[in-house]
């Protein structure tokens, strides 16, 4: 097949949405697909390149931070991201469009579909459904939900990562929805680790979301020779840090991190704690488990979904649960090491091989309901309409 892929996010631009678009885009071309994909640009990056055999067309528009942006900032890369697609649309015959996030590339391919007649379809991944992410986009969800609702309704197909995010899509628009998990690439290796410490390990962007202050909160009053490491940056950061001054809790801050830096620090932690309120498929679980260490997570779909019975789950919110898990963990270290175990064996379900082949025959069958005649045919008065 020859596949169009629109995602406003790809790397290295963005988090969760464009670790996902990545391999999955280079893992189609390897099982005999081609992958022209459409994405945001940004001062010192490339125009277009080709990364593990995939074609990346990078468009002009405002982002200011590779890992974070802003509402307004996104709607600046909507119409040169569907002017790129159009133009890629008249030298290539795309048999179907994988578009990242129903907002805001799905608006830029579905205005795509009423050209052309390219089905799409939509791999959601949590901020662009509304009702998930209200602490940024409540407002923005609710001025967009039309636009929403065209595009999910006049998709080929909807597929969630997780049946959290399903049943919050089906909550608002009755339409079937496919549970695909996102695959995970093993990244880290044997080799960097030196050794596990005593050190719980909290990665994320910094949102009252993720549930770091609850954390905290389960932090004041333990006595413990333990070290506390927070790696991620956000918006919520500074009141975090006012939080953990304010307590006079010791813990350290070392600003987002990648790379080695990062694998080291999963590799030599014995526990990661990741207390997020509201998740779709949250890759910092996968990594955490497989660098086998021993899970706090929430027991909010999401999350639980992900990490099984590699973890603890807590209820959101509650500082009290996430306290009793680390006492608990903390004083075992045979249960520890058994989580950790746990964690390298569930990692094995989610290969890109085995997801990869789930998305290409849900390609497959958009593009066989088809009629032969809807691609690159011109926009009529009912081109938008579901078939």
């Known amino acids: ?43 010192g990056l490339p125009q277009t390149e080709t990364v593990d055999g995939v074609n990346i067309h990078r468009v002009r528009c405002v982002r200011r931070r590779r890992h974070y942006t802003t509402t307004a900032e996104l709607m600046t890369w909507i119409w040169p991201a569907l002017r790129k697609a159009l133009e890629l649309s008249r030298e290539h015959v795309f048999d179907v469009n994988h578009t990242h996030f129903a907002l805001p590339s799905g608006i830029a391919s579905w205005l795509l579909y009423r050209k052309t007649g390219l089905p799409y379809i939509i791999t959601t991944h949590g901020s662009d459904v509304p009702g998930y992410n209200p602490d940024r986009f409540r407002i923005a969800h609710s001025l967009a939900q039309p636009a929403w609702r065209k595009v999910i309704r006049d998709s080929a197909k909807v597929v969630s990562a997780s049946h959290f995010l399903k049943k919050l899509i089906q909550s608002h628009i009755d339409v079937p929805v496919d549970v695909v998990r996102n695959g995970y690439a093993e990244k880290f290796g044997p080799s960097l680790s030196a050794g596990k410490k005593n050190r719980i390990l909290v990665v994320t962007r910094m949102f009252p979301r993720k549930g770091v202050q609850h ?60 207390p997020s309120l509201q998740e779709n498929f949250p890759t910092v679980l996968l990594e955490a488990m497989e660098a086998g260490c021993a899970i706090v997570t929430t027991d909010s779909d999401g999350c639980a979904e992900v990490v099984g019975n590699a973890g603890i789950a807590t209820t959101p919110e509650c500082a009290e ?62 081109a938008g309409e579901r078939k």
């Not at 790696?231 to 939080?243: F, N, S, T």
């Open 321 to 382: 649960q996430i306290r009793n898990a680390l006492v608990l963990l903390m004083g075992d270290e045979e249960r520890i090491a058994t989580y950790g175990a746990r964690g390298r064996e569930r990692i094995k379900r989610f290969r890109w091989a085995r997801i990869s082949a789930q998305y290409e025959r849900a390609m497959q069958r958009a593009v066989a309901a088809q009629p032969a005649t809807a691609l690159h045919a011109p926009a009529t008065a009912g």
């Open 1 to 43: 097949m020859k596949i169009l892929c629109i995602t406003y996010e790809y790397p290295p631009i963005g988090g969760g949405g464009a670790n996902v678009a990545h391999p999955l885009a280079a893992t189609l071309v390897s099982r005999g697909h081609s992958v022209e994909v459409v994405t945001s640009g940004m001062p």
């Open 215 to 274: 954390f905290f909160q389960a932090l004041e009053g333990m006595k413990h020779d333990w070290e506390v490491v927070i790696a991620g940056d956000g918006p919520y950061l500074p009141r975090l840090k006012a939080q953990v001054q304010r307590k006079g809790l010791n813990v350290t801050f070392v600003g987002f991190v990648q790379g080695d830096t990062l694998a080291e620090l999963y590799a030599t932690s014995k526990i990661f704690v990741f």
